[in-house]
């Protein structure tokens, strides 16, 4: 059970190109998030999605898109990069169950390694 | 709109004694979780700690509890018999059985030998 992966764990872009962040989950997560961290604060949320097929934005979606064709996979694009979107992005997953389900009634998120992107 | 407030940007504790991080929330919610995340150096967010707001008992997980008071809204973890490995970022964070989770800003603790 590897949990929450993410490829490349770094990578320098110069402005104006694109790339994927890759993010796969094998705990059969139902939710999955991108997170954007710059240096010295907290995480903001870029996007979301509740189940394949089910995408949201989040507080800072913008020259961002993501998709969800599957459960276990949560890839992040990145369209014409920018100096501002140089950050950490983290990728995560959680399960969540109505309310009073019993089981694993977990909601807690389970993060993957991060990946540092730099644009120059 | 909910929203999750560390007032302590940084913090520091001698090893081997015990610490106390703050964090209030805003919700008008009843049933939500709470939890304390860790980022060490080396980025990686870990769970440290998580508690069902619907359950009075505070969570402890060995050396780490909570002390949560719903009414007041506030979620502080105290850490017990300071290692140097506690050194990290401390994130504070609430969700409400949905999608979306709250981050504090964090609470930057270095630990002292």
């Known amino acids: 059970n590897a949990g929450v992966t993410q490829t490349p764990k770094f990578r320098i872009l110069k402005i104006g190109q694109s790339m994927t962040l890759q993010c796969t989950q094998d705990?059969?997560?139902?939710?999955m998030y991108w997170y954007r961290q710059d240096p010295g604060m907290g995480l903001k949320l870029i996007y979301y999605?509740?189940?394949?097929?089910?995408?949201d934005k989040g507080e800072v979606p913008n020259g961002y898109n993501v998709s969800r064709s599957t459960t276990e996979d949560f890839p992040l694009r990145l369209e014409l990069a920018a100096p501002s979107q140089t950050s950490v992005y983290f990728c995560?997953?959680?399960?969540?169950?109505?309310?009073?389900?019993?089981?694993?009634?977990?909601?807690?998120?389970?993060f993957g390694p991060g990946t540092r992107l730099t644009v120059l | 709109a909910q929203t999750v407030t560390q007032s302590q940007p940084e913090m520091s504790v001698q090893e081997a004694e015990t610490v106390t991080l703050s964090c209030t929330y805003d919700?008008?919610?009843?049933?939500?979780?709470l939890f304390w995340y860790k980022q060490p150096p080396s980025r990686q967010m870990i769970l440290v700690i998580r508690?069902?707001?619907?359950?009075?008992q505070n969570a402890t997980e060995n050396r780490f509890s909570v002390n949560f008071q719903k009414a007041a809204k506030s979620f502080s973890l105290k850490i017990s018999d300071s290692q140097l490995g506690d050194a990290a970022m401390y994130f504070c964070?609430?969700?409400?059985?949905?999608?979306?989770?709250?981050f504090g800003p964090g609470t930057r603790l270095s630990v002292l030998p």
């Open positions: 508690q069902e707001a619907y359950k009075q």
């Open positions: 964070a609430y969700n409400n059985y949905g999608q979306n989770f709250v």
């Open positions: 705990m059969n997560h139902n939710y």
């Open positions: 919700t008008s919610e009843s049933d939500y979780y």
């Open positions: 999605s509740v189940g394949a097929g089910i995408t």
């Open positions: 995560a997953s959680s399960y969540s169950l109505p309310v009073g389900g019993s089981g694993d009634s977990t909601d807690t998120q389970y």
